[in-house]
Protein backbone atom coordinates (compact mmCIF):
# COMPACT_ATOMS: atom_id res chain seq x y z
CA UNK A 1 0.00 0.00 0.00
CA UNK A 2 2.92 2.40 0.87
CA UNK A 3 5.12 0.97 -1.74
CA UNK A 4 5.07 3.76 -4.06
CA UNK A 5 6.68 5.76 -0.94
CA UNK A 6 9.28 3.37 0.12
CA UNK A 7 11.58 4.41 -2.74
CA UNK A 8 15.31 6.46 -2.32
CA UNK A 9 14.12 9.44 -1.20
CA UNK A 10 11.95 8.11 2.09
CA UNK A 11 14.35 8.67 5.13
CA UNK A 12 11.50 6.98 7.17
CA UNK A 13 8.52 4.69 6.65
CA UNK A 14 6.03 3.33 9.40
CA UNK A 15 2.96 1.10 7.67
CA UNK A 16 0.68 -0.06 10.39
CA UNK A 17 2.33 0.27 13.24
CA UNK A 18 0.73 0.09 16.08
CA UNK A 19 2.13 -0.32 20.23
CA UNK A 20 0.17 -1.17 23.11
CA UNK A 21 1.27 -1.49 26.31
CA UNK A 22 0.04 -4.17 29.37
CA UNK A 23 -1.30 -1.82 32.48
CA UNK A 24 -2.78 -3.18 35.40
CA UNK A 25 -6.03 -2.40 33.59
CA UNK A 26 -5.78 -4.33 31.29
CA UNK A 27 -4.07 -3.31 27.65
CA UNK A 28 -3.44 -0.04 25.88
CA UNK A 29 -3.10 0.69 22.81
CA UNK A 30 -0.90 3.96 22.80
CA UNK A 31 -0.44 3.82 18.99
CA UNK A 32 -2.74 2.22 16.23
CA UNK A 33 -2.20 1.75 13.06
CA UNK A 34 0.08 4.66 11.57
CA UNK A 35 1.09 5.07 8.53
CA UNK A 36 3.51 7.89 7.80
CA UNK A 37 6.13 8.17 5.51
CA UNK A 38 8.79 10.90 5.90
CA UNK A 39 11.25 11.91 3.27
CA UNK A 40 15.30 12.38 3.63
CA UNK A 41 15.96 15.82 4.64
CA UNK A 42 12.29 16.79 6.10
CA UNK A 43 11.36 18.21 8.88
CA UNK A 44 8.40 16.40 10.29
CA UNK A 45 6.53 18.03 13.30
CA UNK A 46 4.77 15.68 15.56
CA UNK A 47 1.82 17.56 17.41
CA UNK A 48 -1.05 16.35 19.87
CA UNK A 49 -2.55 16.42 23.04
CA UNK A 50 -0.64 14.43 26.15
CA UNK A 51 -1.09 10.83 25.67
CA UNK A 52 -1.26 10.82 22.56
CA UNK A 53 1.74 8.58 21.72
CA UNK A 54 3.94 11.11 20.27
CA UNK A 55 6.78 10.06 21.99
CA UNK A 56 6.00 6.94 21.80
CA UNK A 57 6.31 7.04 18.13
CA UNK A 58 9.66 8.69 18.44
CA UNK A 59 10.53 5.86 20.61
CA UNK A 60 9.76 3.26 17.77
CA UNK A 61 11.75 4.92 15.37
CA UNK A 62 14.47 4.95 17.28
CA UNK A 63 14.60 1.40 18.26
CA UNK A 64 14.27 2.28 22.04
CA UNK A 65 11.13 -0.14 22.24
CA UNK A 66 9.65 -2.64 19.62
CA UNK A 67 6.16 -2.09 18.07
CA UNK A 68 3.37 -4.28 18.49
CA UNK A 69 2.65 -4.63 14.97
CA UNK A 70 3.61 -3.05 11.44
CA UNK A 71 6.74 -2.50 9.91
CA UNK A 72 8.99 0.31 10.82
CA UNK A 73 12.05 1.21 8.42
CA UNK A 74 14.45 3.73 8.74
CA UNK A 75 16.91 4.23 5.90
CA UNK A 76 15.16 1.44 3.88
CA UNK A 77 16.26 -1.15 7.25
CA UNK A 78 13.47 -2.35 10.08
CA UNK A 79 15.06 -1.13 13.24
CA UNK A 80 15.63 -3.36 15.64
CA UNK A 81 17.63 -1.63 17.97
CA UNK A 82 19.30 2.16 18.11
CA UNK A 83 20.99 2.97 14.96
CA UNK A 84 24.47 5.36 14.94
CA UNK A 85 22.92 7.58 12.29
CA UNK A 86 19.48 8.53 14.43
CA UNK A 87 20.13 10.85 17.45
CA UNK A 88 17.81 11.04 19.86
CA UNK A 89 17.43 14.46 21.93
CA UNK A 90 15.07 14.52 25.22
CA UNK A 91 13.09 16.61 26.89
CA UNK A 92 15.27 17.30 29.75
CA UNK A 93 19.05 17.75 28.59
CA UNK A 94 20.56 14.64 30.19
CA UNK A 95 24.03 15.29 30.32
CA UNK A 96 26.56 13.87 32.59
CA UNK A 97 26.64 16.49 35.90
CA UNK A 98 30.61 15.46 36.11
CA UNK A 99 31.92 15.79 32.91
CA UNK A 100 32.82 19.15 31.01
CA UNK A 101 30.44 20.24 27.77
CA UNK A 102 32.86 18.85 25.63
CA UNK A 103 33.29 15.66 27.53
CA UNK A 104 29.60 15.59 27.06
CA UNK A 105 29.49 16.46 23.60
CA UNK A 106 31.97 13.51 22.94
CA UNK A 107 30.03 10.80 24.79
CA UNK A 108 29.07 9.24 21.63
CA UNK A 109 32.37 9.07 20.57
CA UNK A 110 33.72 6.85 23.04
CA UNK A 111 30.33 4.45 23.19
CA UNK A 112 30.86 3.74 19.84
CA UNK A 113 34.97 3.25 20.36
CA UNK A 114 35.29 5.85 17.90
CA UNK A 115 38.68 7.49 18.11
CA UNK A 116 37.90 11.15 20.19
CA UNK A 117 41.05 12.82 18.55
CA UNK A 118 38.91 12.32 14.72
CA UNK A 119 36.01 14.10 16.13
CA UNK A 120 37.59 16.55 18.81
CA UNK A 121 37.32 19.22 15.90
CA UNK A 122 33.86 18.54 15.00
CA UNK A 123 32.73 18.69 18.27
CA UNK A 124 34.58 22.19 18.52
CA UNK A 125 32.60 23.14 15.60
CA UNK A 126 29.24 22.33 16.88
CA UNK A 127 29.80 24.06 20.04
CA UNK A 128 30.91 26.81 17.84
CA UNK A 129 27.47 26.45 15.61
CA UNK A 130 25.21 26.56 18.71
CA UNK A 131 27.30 29.49 20.56
CA UNK A 132 28.66 27.50 23.21
CA UNK A 133 32.30 28.11 21.97
CA UNK A 134 34.59 29.03 25.46
CA UNK A 135 31.96 27.01 27.55
CA UNK A 136 34.31 23.68 26.51
CA UNK A 137 35.86 23.19 30.01
CA UNK A 138 32.64 24.39 31.63
CA UNK A 139 30.70 21.60 33.72
CA UNK A 140 26.92 21.60 32.96
CA UNK A 141 25.64 22.99 36.07
CA UNK A 142 27.28 26.27 35.22
CA UNK A 143 24.86 26.62 32.29
CA UNK A 144 21.78 28.01 31.79
CA UNK A 145 19.19 25.54 30.75
CA UNK A 146 19.15 26.87 27.37
CA UNK A 147 22.17 26.42 27.17
CA UNK A 148 22.24 22.78 28.51
CA UNK A 149 19.79 21.82 25.99
CA UNK A 150 22.06 23.49 23.31
CA UNK A 151 25.17 20.73 24.46
CA UNK A 152 22.77 17.81 24.51
CA UNK A 153 21.72 19.04 20.42
CA UNK A 154 25.46 18.95 19.99
CA UNK A 155 26.05 15.87 21.36
CA UNK A 156 23.49 14.49 19.25
CA UNK A 157 24.97 16.42 16.05
CA UNK A 158 28.22 14.58 17.04
CA UNK A 159 27.27 11.33 15.71
CA UNK A 160 26.78 12.92 12.26
CA UNK A 161 22.75 11.58 12.25
CA UNK A 162 20.89 10.82 9.15
CA UNK A 163 18.04 11.07 11.43
CA UNK A 164 17.52 13.38 14.75
CA UNK A 165 14.56 12.53 16.77
CA UNK A 166 13.30 14.97 19.48
CA UNK A 167 11.11 14.87 21.85
CA UNK A 168 9.71 18.07 23.39
CA UNK A 169 13.26 19.34 23.18
CA UNK A 170 12.16 23.03 24.56
CA UNK A 171 9.36 22.41 26.66
CA UNK A 172 11.45 22.68 30.09
CA UNK A 173 12.54 26.07 28.53
CA UNK A 174 11.30 29.58 29.60
CA UNK A 175 9.36 31.58 26.26
CA UNK A 176 11.75 33.64 25.30
CA UNK A 177 14.56 30.78 25.41
CA UNK A 178 12.19 28.05 23.67
CA UNK A 179 11.89 30.84 20.43
CA UNK A 180 15.53 31.52 20.88
CA UNK A 181 15.98 27.30 20.24
CA UNK A 182 13.75 27.39 17.35
CA UNK A 183 14.91 29.68 15.36
CA UNK A 184 18.38 28.19 15.87
CA UNK A 185 16.92 24.89 15.62
CA UNK A 186 16.07 26.19 11.89
CA UNK A 187 19.23 27.65 10.47
CA UNK A 188 20.95 24.14 12.08
CA UNK A 189 18.55 22.29 9.84
CA UNK A 190 18.86 24.00 6.88
CA UNK A 191 22.47 23.87 7.37
CA UNK A 192 23.17 20.14 7.62
CA UNK A 193 19.59 18.80 6.26
CA UNK A 194 19.31 16.35 8.59
CA UNK A 195 15.89 14.24 8.81
CA UNK A 196 14.20 15.78 12.11
CA UNK A 197 10.91 14.25 13.84
CA UNK A 198 10.63 16.38 16.30
CA UNK A 199 7.60 15.97 18.99
CA UNK A 200 5.96 19.50 20.67
CA UNK A 201 3.05 20.68 21.90
CA UNK A 202 3.45 24.10 20.23
CA UNK A 203 1.78 25.15 17.45
CA UNK A 204 4.22 27.98 16.79
CA UNK A 205 7.25 25.94 17.07
CA UNK A 206 5.55 23.02 14.40
CA UNK A 207 4.58 26.05 12.31
CA UNK A 208 8.12 27.54 12.20
CA UNK A 209 10.10 24.88 11.77
CA UNK A 210 8.20 22.15 10.60
CA UNK A 211 7.70 20.68 6.28
CA UNK A 212 5.08 19.13 7.33
CA UNK A 213 2.96 18.48 11.22
CA UNK A 214 1.07 15.23 11.97
CA UNK A 215 -1.44 15.84 13.79
CA UNK A 216 -2.25 12.49 16.19
CA UNK A 217 -5.63 11.69 18.01
CA UNK A 218 -5.14 10.37 21.83
CA UNK A 219 -6.38 6.73 23.02
CA UNK A 220 -5.83 4.78 20.74
CA UNK A 221 -3.07 7.40 19.11
CA UNK A 222 -3.88 7.82 15.41
CA UNK A 223 -2.99 10.06 12.93
CA UNK A 224 -5.55 12.54 12.29
CA UNK A 225 -4.40 14.46 9.60
CA UNK A 226 -0.95 15.50 8.29
CA UNK A 227 -0.55 19.16 7.50
CA UNK A 228 1.61 20.89 4.48
CA UNK A 229 3.15 24.12 6.18
CA UNK A 230 4.64 25.72 2.30
CA UNK A 231 6.27 28.97 4.16
CA UNK A 232 9.24 30.06 2.14
CA UNK A 233 12.66 29.67 4.70
CA UNK A 234 13.64 31.23 7.03
CA UNK A 235 10.66 32.14 8.93
CA UNK A 236 10.07 33.92 12.02
CA UNK A 237 8.18 34.48 15.33
CA UNK A 238 8.29 38.16 14.57
CA UNK A 239 6.14 40.32 12.00
CA UNK A 240 7.17 39.77 8.00
CA UNK A 241 5.79 39.41 4.66
CA UNK A 242 4.33 35.69 5.31
CA UNK A 243 2.12 36.32 8.32
CA UNK A 244 -1.32 35.46 7.15
CA UNK A 245 0.14 31.97 5.59
CA UNK A 246 1.46 31.37 9.57
CA UNK A 247 -1.83 32.33 11.06
CA UNK A 248 -3.93 30.30 8.53
CA UNK A 249 -1.61 27.09 9.46
CA UNK A 250 -1.72 27.91 13.50
CA UNK A 251 -5.62 28.44 13.12
CA UNK A 252 -6.11 25.01 11.08
CA UNK A 253 -3.69 22.70 13.47
CA UNK A 254 -5.58 24.32 16.86
CA UNK A 255 -8.80 23.48 15.09
CA UNK A 256 -7.57 20.07 14.78
CA UNK A 257 -6.24 19.36 18.08
CA UNK A 258 -9.01 21.00 19.77
CA UNK A 259 -10.91 18.47 17.37
CA UNK A 260 -9.19 15.31 18.18
CA UNK A 261 -10.72 13.94 21.28
CA UNK A 262 -13.95 13.70 18.74
CA UNK A 263 -11.92 12.21 15.91
CA UNK A 264 -14.70 12.30 12.55
CA UNK A 265 -12.80 8.98 11.74
CA UNK A 266 -10.49 9.74 9.32
CA UNK A 267 -9.27 6.35 7.16
CA UNK A 268 -4.97 7.10 8.33
CA UNK A 269 -4.21 5.66 4.29
CA UNK A 270 -5.90 8.62 2.49
CA UNK A 271 -3.71 10.61 4.51
CA UNK A 272 -0.48 9.81 2.90
CA UNK A 273 0.84 12.29 0.83
CA UNK B 1 21.78 30.40 46.26
CA UNK B 2 22.36 32.53 48.88
CA UNK B 3 23.82 35.74 48.27
CA UNK B 4 27.49 36.24 49.38
CA UNK B 5 28.48 39.98 50.74
CA UNK B 6 32.28 38.79 51.86
CA UNK B 7 35.05 37.90 49.31
CA UNK B 8 34.50 34.70 48.92
CA UNK B 9 37.89 33.71 49.22
CA UNK B 10 38.17 34.82 52.57
CA UNK B 11 34.14 33.90 53.99
CA UNK B 12 35.39 30.09 52.48
CA UNK B 13 38.09 30.01 54.53
CA UNK B 14 36.22 31.24 57.36
CA UNK B 15 33.13 28.61 57.08
CA UNK B 16 35.46 25.63 56.06
CA UNK B 17 38.41 26.11 58.67
CA UNK B 18 37.54 28.91 61.45
CA UNK B 19 33.93 27.57 62.14
CA UNK B 20 34.60 24.19 63.34
CA UNK B 21 37.71 25.47 65.53
CA UNK B 22 35.72 27.90 67.12
CA UNK B 23 33.17 25.37 67.59
CA UNK B 24 35.75 22.84 69.19
CA UNK B 25 37.18 26.24 71.40
CA UNK B 26 33.56 27.09 72.41
CA UNK B 27 32.71 22.96 73.20
CA UNK B 28 35.91 23.15 75.41
CA UNK B 29 35.56 26.27 77.04
CA UNK B 30 32.30 25.02 78.16
CA UNK B 31 33.11 22.07 79.95
CA UNK B 32 35.67 23.94 81.64
CA UNK B 33 33.36 26.31 82.55
CA UNK B 34 30.93 23.48 84.04
CA UNK B 35 33.98 21.53 86.09
CA UNK B 36 34.55 25.36 87.82
CA UNK B 37 31.01 26.58 88.39
CA UNK B 38 29.76 23.01 89.51
CA UNK B 39 33.01 22.32 91.35
CA UNK B 40 33.34 18.71 89.94
CA UNK B 41 36.24 16.21 91.17
CA UNK B 42 38.39 15.69 88.55
CA UNK B 43 37.79 11.79 89.52
CA UNK B 44 34.13 12.34 88.24
CA UNK B 45 34.86 14.66 85.49
CA UNK B 46 37.86 16.13 84.69
CA UNK B 47 38.46 19.39 83.60
CA UNK B 48 40.65 20.40 80.22
CA UNK B 49 44.04 20.84 82.03
CA UNK B 50 44.11 17.90 83.91
CA UNK B 51 43.23 15.93 80.93
CA UNK B 52 46.27 17.68 79.09
CA UNK B 53 48.42 16.95 81.92
CA UNK B 54 46.90 13.25 81.94
CA UNK B 55 48.44 13.35 78.29
CA UNK B 56 51.86 14.52 79.13
CA UNK B 57 52.69 12.27 81.76
CA UNK B 58 52.39 9.21 79.55
CA UNK B 59 52.62 10.75 76.18
CA UNK B 60 54.85 7.94 74.78
CA UNK B 61 52.28 5.68 75.58
CA UNK B 62 48.67 7.24 74.68
CA UNK B 63 50.44 7.72 70.96
CA UNK B 64 51.78 4.50 70.84
CA UNK B 65 48.64 3.12 72.06
CA UNK B 66 46.64 5.36 69.78
CA UNK B 67 48.55 4.15 66.56
CA UNK B 68 47.39 0.23 67.34
CA UNK B 69 43.98 1.76 67.58
CA UNK B 70 44.50 3.87 64.25
CA UNK B 71 46.01 0.91 62.04
CA UNK B 72 43.19 -1.36 63.09
CA UNK B 73 40.78 1.26 62.51
CA UNK B 74 41.89 2.05 59.23
CA UNK B 75 42.50 -1.58 57.85
CA UNK B 76 39.29 -2.71 58.58
CA UNK B 77 37.67 0.78 57.37
CA UNK B 78 39.91 -0.44 53.65
CA UNK B 79 38.66 -3.61 53.97
CA UNK B 80 34.86 -2.40 54.36
CA UNK B 81 34.82 -0.02 52.06
CA UNK B 82 36.71 -2.11 48.84
CA UNK B 83 34.04 -5.28 49.97
CA UNK B 84 30.98 -3.25 50.27
CA UNK B 85 31.87 -1.84 47.19
CA UNK B 86 32.50 -4.81 45.15
CA UNK B 87 28.99 -6.77 46.42
CA UNK B 88 27.05 -3.66 45.62
CA UNK B 89 28.41 -4.03 42.16
CA UNK B 90 27.62 -7.65 42.20
CA UNK B 91 23.95 -6.86 43.41
CA UNK B 92 23.70 -4.10 41.39
CA UNK B 93 24.47 -5.99 38.22
CA UNK B 94 22.56 -8.92 38.76
CA UNK B 95 18.70 -8.30 39.78
CA UNK B 96 18.97 -12.79 40.69
CA UNK B 97 21.71 -12.22 43.31
CA UNK B 98 20.05 -9.15 44.91
CA UNK B 99 16.73 -10.70 44.93
CA UNK B 100 18.50 -13.80 46.38
CA UNK B 101 20.87 -12.18 49.03
CA UNK B 102 19.29 -8.77 50.35
CA UNK B 103 17.08 -10.47 53.06
CA UNK B 104 20.03 -12.23 54.44
CA UNK B 105 22.29 -8.84 54.58
CA UNK B 106 19.05 -7.18 55.88
CA UNK B 107 18.91 -10.09 58.92
CA UNK B 108 22.95 -9.92 59.06
CA UNK B 109 22.36 -6.19 59.72
CA UNK B 110 20.10 -6.08 62.02
CA UNK B 111 22.23 -8.50 64.45
CA UNK B 112 24.05 -6.25 67.23
CA UNK B 113 27.70 -6.42 66.29
CA UNK B 114 28.56 -6.61 70.03
CA UNK B 115 26.92 -9.33 70.52
CA UNK B 116 29.26 -11.22 68.06
CA UNK B 117 32.60 -10.46 70.01
CA UNK B 118 33.24 -13.60 71.91
CA UNK B 119 31.99 -15.63 69.33
CA UNK B 120 35.31 -13.46 67.66
CA UNK B 121 37.38 -14.40 70.73
CA UNK B 122 36.39 -18.18 69.77
CA UNK B 123 36.51 -18.37 66.02
CA UNK B 124 39.72 -15.51 65.66
CA UNK B 125 41.69 -15.90 68.97
CA UNK B 126 43.76 -12.83 70.42
CA UNK B 127 45.61 -9.93 68.74
CA UNK B 128 44.88 -7.29 66.29
CA UNK B 129 42.75 -9.42 63.85
CA UNK B 130 39.66 -9.60 66.53
CA UNK B 131 39.30 -6.23 66.19
CA UNK B 132 39.64 -5.72 62.92
CA UNK B 133 37.07 -8.20 61.97
CA UNK B 134 34.82 -5.67 64.10
CA UNK B 135 35.59 -2.93 62.29
CA UNK B 136 34.50 -4.73 59.29
CA UNK B 137 31.40 -6.14 60.52
CA UNK B 138 30.52 -2.71 62.04
CA UNK B 139 31.25 -0.57 58.46
CA UNK B 140 30.38 -2.91 55.62
CA UNK B 141 26.55 -2.52 55.71
CA UNK B 142 26.58 1.24 55.98
CA UNK B 143 29.04 1.40 53.01
CA UNK B 144 27.15 -1.58 51.10
CA UNK B 145 24.03 -0.01 51.81
CA UNK B 146 24.60 3.54 50.80
CA UNK B 147 26.44 2.10 47.63
CA UNK B 148 23.32 0.27 46.60
CA UNK B 149 21.30 2.88 46.73
CA UNK B 150 23.69 5.23 44.77
CA UNK B 151 23.68 2.74 41.84
CA UNK B 152 19.99 2.10 41.91
CA UNK B 153 19.08 5.58 41.56
CA UNK B 154 20.70 6.47 38.41
CA UNK B 155 18.09 8.91 36.59
CA UNK B 156 15.82 7.54 34.05
CA UNK B 157 17.05 10.27 31.28
CA UNK B 158 20.50 8.77 31.67
CA UNK B 159 19.45 5.85 31.17
CA UNK B 160 17.41 6.45 28.50
CA UNK B 161 20.20 8.20 26.57
CA UNK B 162 22.45 5.82 27.16
CA UNK B 163 20.18 3.01 25.60
CA UNK B 164 19.40 5.38 22.47
CA UNK B 165 22.96 5.19 22.26
CA UNK B 166 23.00 1.01 22.39
CA UNK B 167 25.93 1.31 25.04
CA UNK B 168 26.38 -2.06 26.45
CA UNK B 169 25.58 -2.88 30.17
CA UNK B 170 29.57 -2.47 31.11
CA UNK B 171 29.94 0.67 29.50
CA UNK B 172 26.20 2.20 30.70
CA UNK B 173 27.73 1.05 34.39
CA UNK B 174 30.93 2.74 34.27
CA UNK B 175 30.21 5.78 32.37
CA UNK B 176 27.06 6.10 34.39
CA UNK B 177 25.94 4.43 37.08
CA UNK B 178 28.59 4.14 38.94
CA UNK B 179 30.07 7.82 38.47
CA UNK B 180 26.28 9.18 39.29
CA UNK B 181 26.88 6.59 42.50
CA UNK B 182 29.39 8.23 43.64
CA UNK B 183 27.92 10.75 46.09
CA UNK B 184 25.94 8.24 47.61
CA UNK B 185 29.02 6.26 48.34
CA UNK B 186 30.86 8.57 50.29
CA UNK B 187 27.11 9.31 52.60
CA UNK B 188 28.14 5.75 53.75
CA UNK B 189 31.87 5.83 53.80
CA UNK B 190 31.87 9.12 55.64
CA UNK B 191 28.88 7.05 58.63
CA UNK B 192 31.23 4.50 58.28
CA UNK B 193 34.67 6.17 59.86
CA UNK B 194 33.19 6.91 63.13
CA UNK B 195 31.68 3.73 63.16
CA UNK B 196 35.17 2.02 62.17
CA UNK B 197 36.56 3.35 65.42
CA UNK B 198 33.46 2.32 67.63
CA UNK B 199 34.28 -1.28 66.35
CA UNK B 200 38.10 -0.72 66.96
CA UNK B 201 37.14 0.06 70.59
CA UNK B 202 34.45 -2.75 71.39
CA UNK B 203 37.24 -5.50 70.54
CA UNK B 204 39.75 -3.25 72.48
CA UNK B 205 36.95 -3.11 75.55
CA UNK B 206 36.59 -6.74 74.93
CA UNK B 207 40.13 -7.89 74.37
CA UNK B 208 41.93 -5.00 77.00
CA UNK B 209 45.54 -6.19 75.60
CA UNK B 210 46.46 -3.47 73.45
CA UNK B 211 45.39 0.07 72.15
CA UNK B 212 43.04 3.40 73.17
CA UNK B 213 40.35 0.69 74.36
CA UNK B 214 42.75 -1.04 76.87
CA UNK B 215 43.57 2.11 78.29
CA UNK B 216 40.10 3.06 78.91
CA UNK B 217 39.68 0.13 80.58
CA UNK B 218 42.88 -0.09 82.76
CA UNK B 219 42.50 3.94 83.90
CA UNK B 220 39.14 2.72 84.72
CA UNK B 221 40.50 0.33 87.38
CA UNK B 222 42.91 2.22 88.52
CA UNK B 223 39.96 5.32 88.95
CA UNK B 224 42.45 7.18 86.59
CA UNK B 225 39.47 9.46 85.37
CA UNK B 226 42.23 12.01 83.45
CA UNK B 227 44.14 9.38 81.60
CA UNK B 228 40.63 7.38 80.75
CA UNK B 229 39.78 11.07 79.47
CA UNK B 230 43.10 11.46 77.23
CA UNK B 231 42.17 8.42 75.62
CA UNK B 232 38.95 9.52 74.64
CA UNK B 233 40.59 12.80 73.56
CA UNK B 234 42.53 11.05 71.19
CA UNK B 235 39.69 8.72 69.38
CA UNK B 236 37.61 11.90 68.69
CA UNK B 237 40.61 13.70 67.30
CA UNK B 238 41.16 10.05 65.10
CA UNK B 239 36.87 10.32 64.60
CA UNK B 240 37.00 13.68 63.49
CA UNK B 241 40.45 13.38 61.36
CA UNK B 242 38.98 10.30 59.17
CA UNK B 243 35.76 12.13 59.03
CA UNK B 244 37.35 14.89 57.41
CA UNK B 245 40.04 12.97 55.36
CA UNK B 246 37.02 11.12 53.47
CA UNK B 247 35.47 14.39 53.24
CA UNK B 248 38.19 15.71 51.05
CA UNK B 249 38.25 12.80 48.73
CA UNK B 250 34.84 13.58 48.29
CA UNK B 251 35.67 17.27 47.09
CA UNK B 252 38.48 15.88 45.11
CA UNK B 253 36.72 12.58 43.04
CA UNK B 254 33.10 14.36 43.10
CA UNK B 255 33.50 17.99 42.90
CA UNK B 256 30.01 18.41 41.39
CA UNK B 257 28.34 16.74 43.83
CA UNK B 258 27.82 19.66 45.80
CA UNK B 259 26.49 21.98 43.13
CA UNK B 260 23.74 19.70 41.61
CA UNK B 261 22.90 19.13 45.28
CA UNK B 262 22.05 22.82 45.73
Known amino acids: ?273 | MPVKRTSPRSSQLWSSAGLPVLGAVLAVALWWLATRVFNIEPFFLPAPPDVVDAFFRLPAYLLSEAWVTFLETVTGFGIAAAGGLAIAIVLAASRTIERMTLPLIAGINAVPKVALAPLLLVWIGFGTQPKIVMVVLLCFFPILVSAMAGLTATPSDLSELASSLAASWWQTFVKVRLPWALPQVFVGLKVATSLAIVGAIIGEVIQPDRGLGSVVVSSGQSADTPLAFAALTLLAIMGAGLFYLVGALERILVPWARAIAS
Open chain 1, 1 to 273: MTGAQTSGSMMINLSEVSRSFKSRTGTVKALENINLDIRDGEFMAVVGRSGCGKSTLLRLIAGLIPQSAGDVRVDGEPVTRPRRDVAMMFQRPALLPWRTVLSNVLLPVEIFRWHRSEHRDHAMHLLEMTGLDGFAKRLPHELSGGMQQRVSLCRALIQRPKVLLMDEPFSALDALTREEMATELQRIHMDLGTTVVFVTHSIQEAVLLADRVAVLSARPGRLRQLVDIDIPRPRSFGHNAHMDQVAACSAELHQLLLGSDSPERVGPTELVV
